[in-house]
């Protein structure tokens, strides 16, 4: 069964700070997704990475940075957070072609 | 534009009850469709894609390339069944979705 862990839950973070939010699947696939989930807007894409080192950006990339050193590991960064990013976040992963797999999420306020 | 529009915020229906969830595409091209649902306090999981042609947990979907849609149906709503649905696309040579606003549906006993 394929497993995307996100590090953190539930996060509490302050205006202005730099957050990073961490996601690592266990079923070595290529693609991996960071969406931001809010009620009425539905699932929006923030960032992908289709192998490592590489990204591309989703349809709202402004105030958010990603990472992707090794190919298990795809890392949100948040580099001066602000109240319109409080959220829920959802990493995701895929083999190509294939349907994508969900963390549980990590609900993230900016105070 | 490519879109995926889901009309209803919330369906409530009781048990027993047939189930219809919209969903209606905007997309140039041959896109792929899934549906995706979260139930309470669960992740997001894929319940089924239009290639596959499966019926998971009852549900069906057919893709409808003349009128754009990909309505969720199911005949009999069971109380499980209550949860956040997100239909979502795919286009061609990408693994990137485009997802739907939801629809909650909720089934009363």
């Known amino acids: 069964d394929v497993k995307v862990t996100q590090s953190s839950r539930y996060l509490v973070k302050r205006t202005g700070e730099k957050v990073f939010l961490e996601c690592v699947q266990d079923?070595?696939?290529?693609?991996m997704f960071w969406y931001r989930q809010d009620p009425g807007l539905g699932l929006r894409l923030i960032y992908f990475s289709y192998d490592v080192k590489m990204k591309e950006k989703g349809d709202i990339p402004e105030g958010y940075s990603v990472s992707r050193e090794k190919k298990e590991r795809f890392s949100l960064i948040l580099e001066s957070a602000s109240t319109n990013q409080t959220s829920m976040y959802l990493c995701a992963s895929s083999r190509g072609g294939g349907p994508q797999h969900f963390g549980d999420g990590t609900r993230l306020s900016i105070l | 534009a490519q879109r995926v529009t889901q009309p209803e915020k919330l369906l409530s229906v009781f048990k027993g009850a047939p189930v219809e969830l919209k969903c209606n595409y905007s997309y140039s091209g041959s896109p792929e469709l899934f549906w995706y649902v979260q139930y309470s306090r669960q992740r997001l999981q894929l319940l089924l894609r239009h290639i596959s042609r499966e019926s998971i947990k009852g549900f069906t979907a057919d893709l409808n390339k003349g009128e754009t849609s990909f309505h969720l149906k199911k005949p009999f709503a069971q109380e499980e069944d209550s949860a956040m649905y997100y239909c979502?696309?795919?286009?061609?040579?990408?693994?990137?979705?485009?997802f739907g606003t939801g629809t909650r549906l909720q089934v009363f006993p």
């Open positions: 979502a696309l795919s286009g061609y040579n990408t693994d990137k979705l485009i």
């Open positions: 079923m070595d696939h290529e693609n």
